[in-house]
């Protein structure tokens, strides 16, 4: 009986350690690049201000402004995403547990 628990947890075991792997390097990434993205977000949304102030186009004081906002959640929605992966590995960690 022994051997056959340890059949699916030698064969899921690479699935965990890669799991792992992507969470914690996703992770460092996202970290990293955040302040990079911040600050370029940032420089889209003031250059949008200043569009407005000065009546430049709508439609690209509009676009510097989606731009700006989709840049400065990336990092957010790395971090769902990869919360996600890790939340779809459950199955895998019963596998182990059993």
């Known amino acids: 009986m022994k051997v056959l628990k340890l059949i699916p947890k030698i064969l899921v075991s ?5 799991v792992g792997i992507v969470y914690v390097l996703g992770n460092v990434f996202a970290a ?10 940032t420089v889209f949304i003031f250059g949008a ?3 407005w102030i000065t009546h430049a186009q709508e439609g690209l ?7 700006g906002l989709v840049i400065l959640f990336l990092p957010l929605i790395v971090k769902g ?10 199955p895998l960690m019963k596998i182990m547990a059993w």
Do not use: D, K, M, Y
Request: hydrophobic fraction near 60%; charge should be negative; aromatic fraction near 6%.
């Open 49 to 51: 201000v200043c569009g």
């Open 61 to 67: 004081v509009w676009q510097a402004a989606i731009t």
């Open 81 to 90: 995403l990869l919360e996600l992966v890790l939340h779809l590995s459950g």
């Open 14 to 18: 690479p699935f965990i350690l890669a």
């Open 32 to 41: 990293v690049s955040s302040i990079i993205t911040n600050l370029v977000g």
